[in-house]
């Protein structure tokens, strides 16, 4: 592990369960020895990535909602996607999400137009959301390198395994290329009970998967089979992304 990869794996230790680290808890976590993960603590500190809130006790930092800030301000594919969505969620009346993964690998949504009322959620901007459940997680999945794929595989192969999403690494395989190939994913109450969603890549100039693109609703909006006209909508507005963007 490189040492910037040693800095910032310090920041994954922070969750909302647990909010507030020692350096020293973090060594014996993380197995730096002390001198070193006094360093890379002192380092964040400076970036501004972590502040010291007590003696000994670190929370994350004000650096984080300027980049959050800079980052919707900034962002080429969320504002690729937005006026899309909006107009996408007014058409259909569902949800639209935009998500994203990255290194961990961790998915979040990055951004939400709202259409149906009295729609619950649990996951919202920014909350790491589970690998493997649900329609956005499952095409990113899909789209990433077959030798990505393997180290996550041997990395998680209980939790697929618990999801359904294969019992071997080839049937983990086998279960994301059929959604490549088909080009979607249509769950029904994976993430949350009574949710459904389906999701579709949005591609960058270079044919590369930026992001997942899902529409959102109750699940008693969603057919057993999926609506063509919905999945039309939807693979309209991620190709009208995909030409924005280029």
């Not at 301000?73 to 007014?90: G, Q, W």
């Not at 290194?103 to 493997?132: M, T």
């Amino acid at each position: 592990m490189t040492s910037p990869s040693r800095v910032f794996a310090i920041l994954d230790l922070f969750t909302e369960e647990n909010p507030v680290w020692q350096p020293d808890n973090i060594n014996a976590v993380l197995g730096y020895s002390r001198p070193t993960g006094y360093r890379y603590v002192k380092e964040l500190v400076e970036a501004g990535l972590l502040q010291k809130i007590s003696a000994g006790n670190y929370a994350l930092g004000g650096r984080i909602i300027a980049l959050d800030y800079l980052l919707r301000k900034t962002d080429p594919v969320l504002f690729a996607a937005d006026p899309v969505m909006r107009e996408l969620a007014t058409h259909t009346k569902f949800d639209a999400a935009l998500s994203v993964m990255f290194a961990g690998p961790q998915v979040i949504d990055v951004h939400r137009i709202n259409a149906e009322k009295n729609l619950h959620l649990s996951y919202g901007r920014g909350r790491p959301r589970p690998l493997f459940l649900a329609a956005s997680p499952k095409v990113l999945l899909a789209h990433l390198p077959r030798n990505s794929l393997k180290k996550i595989y041997e990395i998680h192969a209980k939790e697929i395994s618990i999801n359904g999403m294969g019992n071997t690494w080839q049937e983990f395989l086998s279960v994301l290329t059929k959604i490549r190939k088909d080009g979607f994913y249509h769950s029904q109450g994976e993430l949350e009970p009574g949710l459904g969603a389906v999701a579709v890549p949005i591609f960058n100039a270079e044919g590369d998967c930026v992001a997942a693109l899902a529409l959102v609703g109750s699940i008693q909006r969603f057919d057993t089979s999926l609506d063509a006209r919905i999945l039309n909508r939807l693979q309209e507005a991620s190709a009208a992304i995909r030409l924005s963007l280029g």
